[in-house]
C-alpha cells in the first residue's frame, strides 16, 4: 500500500497585526481635551510647552494638535450632543 503524504499547511492569519489595525484617523476624546490643557496652561502660566512634549505626552502628532486647536472642540464628532434633526 503506498504512503500518502500529507502536507503540512502553514498557519494563515486573517487578521492584521494589531500596528496596522489601530487607526489614526480620528484622536479620542481625552487626547483632544489633553492638547487644549496643554495649550491652556501654556497661557496661563506664560510657560512655552512644546509641540513635541505634547506628542510625547498625549501620542498626538503636532499637525493634529494643530488641528485641533482650531477646532477649539474638546469632543470628538460622535461624542458632541445630538442638536436635533438636519435640516
Not at 28 to 51: D, G, M
Not at 52 to 73: F, M
Amino acid at each position: 500500500m503506498p504512503q500518502i503524504r500529507t502536507r503540512r499547511s502553514r498557519a494563515r492569519y486573517f487578521t492584521p497585526p494589531i500596528e496596522f489595525s489601530q487607526s489614526d484617523s480620528q484622536v479620542k476624546t481625552p487626547q483632544r481635551s489633553a492638547v487644549l490643557a496643554a495649550k491652556l496652561l501654556s497661557q496661563e502660566l506664560c510657560i512655552p510647552i512644546p509641540q513635541e512634549l505634547v506628542h510625547k505626552v498625549t501620542g498626538v502628532p503636532p499637525r493634529t494638535q494643530s488641528q485641533i486647536l482650531a477646532s477649539k472642540q474638546p469632543r470628538t464628532l460622535y461624542n458632541i450632543p445630538d442638536s436635533g434633526p438636519d435640516p
